[in-house]
């Protein structure tokens, strides 16, 4: 199933909806300490890196095993870090009083909408290395 311009269009849409709420959680309670969020949106925009980078680390087809290798098993280890990691800091910097708990719900949402369009993204158009 090929996707065309309108999951595209769509998925900018969500990615473009993902942000604003990440800016706007910093805007409407005028601390911008929430900003370091932002960072935590990047960690979501990079979060798969580390799974699309060990992701054929896996085995051949001469290998009797489809169970993943180590290689493929650290990738996802090191995304699951950096997933938690941008769920974990609005809620960090919310339980020390730092940031609002509506700007910390906010930046959670948003960051969630970023990191669920990469994952759209990359289901979508995904590249199947078999050749049929």
């Known amino acids: 199933m090929a996707a065309g311009l309108k999951t595209v269009i769509l998925l900018s849409f969500v990615l473009a909806v993902g942000f604003l709420l990440i800016i706007l959680s910093c805007a409407l309670w005028a601390n911008w300490l929430p900003l370091l969020v932002v960072f935590s949106a990047l ?3 990079l979060a798969p890196l580390p799974n699309a980078l060990f992701a054929h680390c896996g085995g051949d087809e001469f290998s009797s095993s489809d169970s993943p290798t180590a290689a493929v098993d650290l990738g996802r280890f090191l995304t699951s870090i950096v997933v938690v990691t941008g769920f ?5 910097l919310t339980h020390s009083e730092v940031v609002k708990p509506g700007a910390c719900a906010m930046s959670i949402i948003g960051g969630g909408l970023v990191y669920g369009t990469i994952l759209a993204y990359s289901a979508a158009f995904r590249q199947d290395d078999e050749y049929d």
């Open 88 to 92: 974990a800091l609005p809620i960090v």
């Open 43 to 45: 960690t979501f925009v």
